[in-house]
């Protein structure tokens, strides 16, 4: 990687053929900053699914026929505390910067990592996922909203996917060593509770590091300090004005799928995984090791695809490239529906095409909000697109759980992809009817 005297302009490919362009006053060690809350945020919250699986299993005895829905009725809970958040953290970071909110996050998950092998009842596990939620949504809410800072709008695509990368390599390392954590404790000799609370502390320690990292290495104050004059209420009341725009409407409902996207995988995918290896006789810290192998393979296509859909969404309409991607993400949802054994190899194409799927969805969300935000209301525009992504999570765990339960382990991903199918025809309404587009 190779960076000009003021570290502007960086470029990942010989001859600028993949190039960021920062905005002014963005350093290196800013854009390294965020660059390593890329690679583990996303990684470290979705270890939750890994927690709780084993929690509820191992800790509290749970049966098989009351997970799915109690796994959800958690997800909604969680989901009912973003949407209380999403929007005050959104205004305060534009109040008094994106570093001590984005550390204060990363700080209250790792307590809730911290707490939650110590549950003694699913009360007590529901306080602490209520901690989780307060501070993945902090975390994750200043992710997104110092993606949209710091480049040039016409190299956004390629920061989203240099992130997007980052995000998803975090989450296969999560997957392949952290998630192996309980089994690796397990055979040194320690029992299943004891191997699943050291392997929880040890990612609330490392939620700890990134927390010093984005506290020290981001850009100091707010985007512009007339930004600290605007009342809370005045940037409320502009930041759900831009939701009367069509272009607005459509990065709020690609949020509303494109979140939720992620927590059914990380959710229903482990979860599934897991179930499928019990039933062949495997301890739960066995069962957890062959079903992060699932993730893995739905992580790793994300991974290899993100530097191609980063660049082609730089290079065709943005309202044209959520359709597309919307619908490639349907193609993966509704593909779950004809797989029987989740743990065969046989079906590990159509995991290759939900991360794909997945991870078109999320590029395309982005892409679209950076670009359609105007700068000085982006902090409660990105806390609106917050509110929408949790309310898509909030509906569809809600539902999932129960038609996971009730249905099937495939029931929840056909729901996600008719969602999909739902989006992608409105972003195709919306470039028909509104096709002007506005710098960011």
């Not at 605007?230 to 930041?239: E, F, S």
């Not at 992060?292 to 490239?321: C, E, H, N, Q, W």
């Not at 590029?363 to 935000?373: C, I, P, R, S, V």
Request: net charge positive; proline share 4%.
């Amino acid at each position: 990687m190779n960076m000009n005297e003021s570290f502007q302009t960086l470029n990942f490919l010989p001859r600028g053929k993949f190039k960021v362009e920062l905005v002014p006053g963005v350093s290196k060690t800013n854009f390294l900053s965020i660059c390593y809350g890329a690679l583990t945020t996303i990684g470290l919250l979705t270890f939750i699914s890994y927690s709780t699986n084993y929690v509820l299993l191992e800790n509290l005895a749970y049966e098989r026929s009351q997970i799915g829905t109690i796994v959800g009725n958690l997800q909604v809970i969680a989901e009912i505390v973003l949407l209380s958040i999403f929007l005050p953290i959104g205004l305060i970071a534009d109040k008094i910067g994106r570093r001590q909110v984005y550390s204060f996050g990363m700080l209250t998950m790792g307590l809730a990592y911290f707490l939650y092998p110590l549950a003694t009842g699913i009360a007590e596990l529901t306080v602490y996922r209520v901690i989780y939620a307060i501070g993945m949504g902090t975390a994750t809410g200043m992710l997104g909203t110092v993606t949209a800072d710091y480049p040039q709008n016409h190299t956004r695509g390629k920061m989203i996917a240099v992130t997007g990368i980052l995000n998803a390599t975090g989450v296969i390392i999560v997957s392949l060593f952290f998630a192996r954590l309980p089994k690796t404790f397990a055979d040194m000799g320690f029992d299943q509770i004891t191997a699943g609370k050291y392997s929880m502390w040890i990612v609330a320690a490392t939620c700890v590091i990134t927390a010093v990292v984005v506290a020290l290495g981001l850009q100091k104050g707010t985007p512009t300090e007339e930004q600290k004059k605007i009342p809370y209420l005045k940037q409320i009341k502009a930041g759900l004005a831009e939701g009367r725009k069509p272009r607005i409407q459509l990065v709020y409902a690609s949020a509303f799928v494109a979140r939720a996207d992620l927590v059914i995988i990380g959710t229903f995918l482990v979860l599934w995984g897991t179930m499928a290896g019990k039933d062949m006789g495997m301890t739960t810290a066995e069962a957890q090791s062959a079903a992060r192998i699932v993730f893995v393979t739905s992580s790793m296509s994300a991974l290899v695809a993100s530097p191609i859909i980063g660049y082609l969404i730089d290079k065709v309409d943005r309202i044209k490239a959520v359709s597309f991607c919307m619908a490639i993400a349907a193609a993966g949802y509704l593909s779950m529906f004809f797989i029987n054994d989740v743990l065969s190899p046989d079906v590990k194409p159509l995991f290759v095409l939900l991360g794909v799927g997945h991870q078109c969805a999320f590029f395309a969300a982005t892409t679209l909000l950076g670009q359609e935000a105007p700068k000085m209301k982006r902090g409660a525009i990105v806390g609106v697109f917050n509110l929408a992504g949790a309310a898509g999570i909030l509906i569809s765990t809600g539902i999932g759980g129960k038609i996971y339960d009730v249905i099937g382990p495939y029931a929840p991903f056909v729901l996600i992809g008719f969602c999909n199918i739902a989006v992608s025809l409105f972003a195709i309404y919306v470039s028909k009817t509104s096709p002007d587009v506005k710098e960011a």
